[in-house]
């Protein structure tokens, strides 16, 4: 592994990085992994499209002792083709190897194995059956999902995860056709659906399904249903105001300040206040006399006037 130059701009934590991955996804890998983790399932990690590296920073937090991650992305390289190039330099043009690489190792003392190319060379570089989980969220052509998914199918363990994003987004047709497509002819059987990405496997679903009902129907930040299609069953989660997961913070991870501390009330009470000083003689006495001498002087004006 190889670590990549400093830049200035470092985040302080996963929300930092930009990126598509809500906090729902970032709850179901996490229940994913160290789900397989418990179960004691070995196997690499692949992801197949980066961005700026937000899902790929939770990834390199579950790998165990002995297991590899590898990325695949094209950065700043040609695509293979003219529609792949189209669709890179309108919704990737910011996107460069040295950023994923910043992002990246700012949670991470190391880099993963980085494929600088098409996710057409991964079956070249990464070798059959050693993965347990595979995120796929490159092109969002159907050419080029049909050619990923069919590479997961032959790099996952049998009872390997595969995740395929944006199956269901107005904008890329393409990765439903295929995502439906390898459900329907291609074997792949969904675990769940959320807002974004589709869960599946090419082993047995159901014992993860249970499992994962369980926990969703005791959160109440989870919207929840399951349905049935085509012979499969289908279940549905969807966000109701849900926070994303604890994550650590980054090694540039700075506390916001604390907000200053409002100034305490002072109340004055009764018993508090000094003592009134006693009054003087000559004051007692005014208080005695002056009553009657008003009184008198009084009289007098009435006698005079009458």
């Given at each position: 592994?190889?670590?990549a130059?400093?830049?200035d ?8 990085v930009?990126g ?7 709850m ?7 789900g ?12 197949l499209?980066?961005y ?15 297991e590899?991650?590898?990325?695949c ?13 189209a ?6 043009a ?55 998914i ?11 995860i ?40 090419w ?22 249903s ?9 279940v ?15 090694r ?8 200053p ?23 007692r ?16 004006a ?5």
């Open positions: 592994m190889t670590n130059q400093a830049t701009k470092h985040p302080g934590e996963l929300t930092d930009p598509w991955f809500p906090p729902l996804d970032q179901l890998f996490t229940w994913f992994l160290e397989q983790q418990k179960q004691g399932i070995k196997g690499d990690l692949l992801e499209g980066v700026m590296g937000k899902s790929a920073i939770l990834l390199g937090q579950h790998l165990q002792n002995g590899k991650f590898t990325v992305d094209l950065f700043e390289g040609d695509a293979p083709d003219g529609a792949n190039q669709e890179s330099a309108k919704s990737y910011s996107l460069t190897r040295q950023t994923f690489e910043r992002n990246y190792l700012s949670f991470h003392d190391d880099l993963p194995t980085v494929i600088a190319a098409p996710s057409s060379v991964v079956p070249e570089k990464v070798a059959p059956a050693s993965c347990r989980f595979i995120h796929v969220d490159a092109s969002h052509l159907y050419e080029h999902v049909h050619g990923d069919g590479a997961a199918h032959d790099i996952l363990v049998p009872e390997g595969v995740v395929l994003d944006d199956f269901r987004s107005e904008h890329t047709p393409g990765v439903s056709v295929a995502a439906w497509e390898a459900v329907l002819n291609r074997g792949l059987r969904p675990i769940c659906l959320s807002t974004q990405k589709l869960y599946g496997t082993g047995d679903p159901e014992p993860l399904q249970e499992e994962l009902l369980d926990m969703l129907r005791q959160r109440s930040d989870v919207g929840l399951v349905q049935s299609a085509a012979g499969h069953r289908l549905r989660a969807r966000s109701r105001g849900m926070k994303p997961p604890p994550f650590p913070a980054s540039h991870y700075v506390a916001p300040p604390a907000a501390k409002a100034p305490a009330e002072v109340t004055e009470s009764r018993a508090a206040r000094p003592a009134r000083p006693a009054p003087s003689r000559a004051r006495l005014a208080k005695d006399l002056l009553p009657p001498l008003v009184t008198r002087a009084v009289r007098r009435r006698a005079n006037r009458s």
